[in-house]
C-alpha cells in the first residue's frame, strides 16, 4: 500500500466535501468561523479515526445484519467522549456548534467510510483513510470558513488571535448567514468541478 497516495486521496479525489459530497449540513452551518471550523473538524477527526480503527479491527466479530447499528453504537460512543470533553474544556465552541456535535453520530462521511472502508480492510489502512480523509474535510471546512469570516466580518480570528485583518473592514453580514454557506460552497464546487472537466479533457 502506497501510504501517502492513500493519504491524499482522501484529501483530492475523495474529498468528503468536493469528492464524495458528503457532510454537507454541519459544513454550511459551522464554517461561520475558522474557528468553528478547526473545532467540529477535530471532533469529526477523533470520531472517524477511532471508530475505523475499532470497526476494522472488530469487522470480522460483527455480524453482517446488523453491521449499521453497531456501527453507529461504536461512533456515539467516541462521539459522547468529544461532546463531554468539548463541553468540559472548551465551552464557548461547544456552545457555538451546539447540535451538530452530537450529531457527528450520524454524519454521512464517519458511517460512509465505517460501511466503505474500515468494514473492508485491516486496521493500518482504515487508519490512513480516516487520516486523509479528515484532513480533506479541514483543509475544506478551513476554506469555507476562511472566506466567510473575512468577507463578512472583515478579518479572521482565531482562538483570540487576529490572523488576518482587511484594512477597509468591508464586512458583508450576508456572508456568515445561511446564504452566504451556499453562495460560497455553490462558488467553490463550481470551480472544482470545472477544473476536473477540464483535467478529463485532456485526458488526465
Do not use: H, W
Not at 10 to 20: A, E, H, M, S, Y
Amino acid at each position: 500500500m502506497n501510504v501517502l497516495a492513500e493519504f491524499m486521496r482522501g484529501i483530492t479525489r475523495d474529498n468528503p466535501i468536493f469528492g464524495l459530497v458528503l457532510g454537507l449540513c454541519p459544513t454550511l452551518a459551522v464554517t461561520t468561523s475558522v474557528e468553528n471550523a478547526i473545532g467540529m473538524s477535530a471532533g469529526t477527526a477523533f470520531v472517524l479515526v477511532c471508530s475505523n480503527i475499532f470497526i476494522s479491527a472488530m469487522r470480522k466479530q460483527i455480524p453482517s445484519a446488523v453491521r449499521l447499528p453497531i456501527f453507529i453504537i461504536i461512533i456515539a460512543t467516541f462521539v459522547s467522549i468529544v461532546r463531554m470533553v468539548m463541553e468540559a474544556y472548551m465551552p464557548a465552541m461547544y456552545a457555538a456548534l451546539g447540535v451538530f456535535i452530537p450529531l457527528i453520530v450520524v454524519n454521512c462521511i464517519i458511517i460512509g467510510r465505517a460501511e466503505a472502508y474500515a468494514n473492508k480492510n485491516s486496521i493500518f489502512p482504515s487508519f490512513i483513510d480516516a487520516l486523509g480523509i479528515s484532513a480533506g474535510f479541514l483543509l475544506v471546512l478551513m476554506l469555507i470558513g476562511g472566506i466567510r469570516e473575512i468577507l463578512g466580518t472583515g478579518q479572521i480570528v482565531t482562538f483570540g488571535y487576529t490572523v488576518l485583518s482587511l484594512p477597509a473592514n468591508p464586512a458583508v453580514t450576508t456572508m456568515i448567514l445561511p446564504p452566504g454557506a451556499f453562495l460560497t460552497i455553490g462558488i467553490l464546487m463550481a470551480i472544482v468541478n470545472y477544473q476536473r472537466a477540464k483535467k478529463r479533457a485532456r485526458g488526465g
